[in-house]
């Protein structure tokens, strides 16, 4: 008893259509196997480096916040400079207790092409760069950086649907490759 046999009803099928079956199950296979891979790997590339931006951002705020004299006004006003120039999701800078000291949170909405569901399904989870900011000798507070996840998540779709493309295109040539193999395997049955 084949693969092929189980799905047969009553129908006698050709040995020529069950290989084809057989041959677009494995190319099919391959497909989706592939684009979801590559698209998983690409999610794991694109949040560790986000992950990666995080702590750089975070550190070279840092720096600079502790370079300043802890004046609230000045505090802001770089902060949020950095938040409006950035594409930032949260950037906290909290007091040694965990208060907030300052707050930037992206409130807003972004227009993305990517499906809902494919947002649910392959969303982002980045953890934000944290760093110490010191005021001489002593500890002033910590900071928080979190880029906003939406850009790479749009670039991430951009991605999945070239690969869905790419992989297509392979396919079909795979088809072909295959008919032309199988015509010339099948042609001494056909005699």
Not at 4 to 33: D, M, Y
Not at 126 to 150: C, I, K, N
């Amino acid at each position: 008893m084949s693969f092929i046999s189980l799905f047969k009803r009553n129908k006698s099928i050709t040995l020529r259509q069950e290989l084809w079956l057989a041959i677009l199950a494995v190319i099919i296979i391959g497909f989706v196997s592939s684009v979801l891979i590559s698209t998983y790997s690409a999610k794991h590339y694109f949040t560790s480096q986000l992950y990666l931006k995080n702590i750089d951002n975070a550190n070279g705020l840092a720096l600079m916040l502790s370079q300043l004299h802890k004046d609230p006004v000045e505090l802001e006003i770089l902060i949020s400079a950095t938040f409006d120039t950035g594409h930032y999701q949260r950037i906290e800078l909290q007091n040694p207790q965990g208060e907030a000291i300052i707050k930037r949170v992206f409130s807003g909405e972004f227009d993305t092409t990517a499906p809902v569901w494919f947002h649910h399904f392959y969303q982002l989870q980045v953890m934000p760069g944290v760093a110490q900011v010191s005021d001489g000798w002593q500890q002033f507070g910590t900071l928080y950086v979190e880029s906003h996840t939406q850009y790479t998540e749009q670039a991430l779709w951009a991605s999945t649907v070239r690969l869905f493309f790419s992989f297509f295109v392979v396919a079909i040539f795979a088809c072909i490759a295959s008919a032309y193999i199988l015509r010339k395997i099948l042609r001494p049955l056909d005699d």
